[in-house]
């Protein structure tokens, strides 16, 4: 009734309405680009053939991530079949944790009830986890939506192949990303939370010709002295030239956060989410403080100098 092909912890999970596996369905070929699996950059590859479908995962291990990406092709031509990754773990909770939009919810790993039989399949952003008070594992990825947890067991929906209302719902060629990331401690402990953000934005360098320029070698659009925040949104203010910054608590933890602007900042405070100005704020050396609430939601207006006022200012000091 169901296929899994196992690499490590790692189960890709095949449910049909009927099937019985064929041995000639696990994996099909294996190979290392590189001398040996753990090498920077170099992923180890694994290609799976399953009835009319191919699957081709690259396996990365970087150094200095604690994440384990795969970065999965898809062929895909099925009816009736539901595609999931699952990652057992030898944590045991009887609740498992889901990211939802600037916050996280609580959901059980139990079918004791009714209501609980009914989650055999919620939502979640970039991120579910699984752990107990020493250890867990985060199931992380970039674009996929739908979870499941049960027992020891996290599982993430990858590819449907309903008949209906669209007969070829999914069919053809997919590309997308999910990782593991084994953990101490809890997800707080573990900044799941970032690890999440750090694979669905990851920093993007540039390589460009010498020129000219106003700015320093090294420069900073802003900083955050807090773990336990996440900016969300950095942009021009809907009426005006002011900037907009909006951040969230996620760890339940009250507490101040410095926001480090850049430099020219003449005016900053509070607003709601409609950026009507609430409580005005006072700027030393650059910077803000904000007390935040836990999981509360931040918005900070900031107005700077015209590029005029501040070059002649800098001109000034110097």
């Not at 990211?99 to 609580?106: D, K, L, R, V």
Request: hydrophobic letters at 35%.
């Amino acid at each position: 009734m169901k296929q899994t092909v196992f690499l490590s912890s790692i189960a890709l999970v095949c449910f049909a309405s009927i099937y019985a596996p064929k041995p000639s369905e696990t994996a099909h070929a294996i190979s290392i680009s590189g001398n040996q699996f753990v090498r920077d950059g170099k992923p180890y590859q694994i290609v799976n053939h399953f009835q009319n479908s191919t699957f081709v995962r690259d396996i990365t291990l970087t150094a200095g991530s604690p994440r384990v990406d795969v970065h999965m092709t898809a062929d895909w031509h099925e009816k009736h079949i539901l595609l999931k990754v699952a990652a057992p773990s030898s944590a045991h909770n009887e609740k498992a944790t889901f990211e939802i939009p600037y916050g996280s919810i609580e959901r059980p790993t139990t079918r004791n009830t009714p209501a609980e039989q009914g989650k055999f399949e919620v939502p979640a952003l970039q991120w579910a986890d699984l752990s107990d008070a020493t250890h867990g594992v985060s199931l992380l990825n970039d674009c996929k939506y739908g979870y499941d947890a049960k027992g020891n067991v996290l599982r993430l929906s990858l590819l449907r192949s309903p008949e209906w209302p669209d007969p070829h719902a999914d069919e053809g060629r997919h590309e997308f990303t999910y990782s593991f990331y084994p953990h101490g401690g809890n997800w707080r402990d573990a900044l799941t939370v970032r690890r999440g953000y750090e694979l669905n934005y990851p920093m993007l360098a540039r390589q460009i010709e010498k020129h000219d320029g106003d700015l320093k070698d090294e420069f900073s659009f802003l900083g955050i002295q807090a773990d336990n925040v996440v900016l969300t949104a950095m942009k021009k203010a809907e009426d005006g030239d002011a900037v907009i910054l909006r951040y969230y608590e996620w760890a339940g933890k009250e507490g101040d956060v410095k926001l480090q602007l850049p430099s020219g900042a003449q005016v900053a405070s509070e607003t709601d989410l409609m950026e009507r100005p609430t409580t005005e704020l006072s700027i030393k050396n650059d910077s803000v403080t904000v007390h935040t609430k836990p999981y509360e939601i931040k918005t900070v207006l900031a107005r700077f100098a015209p590029k005029s006022q501040q070059s002649t200012s800098e001109r000034r000091t110097h």
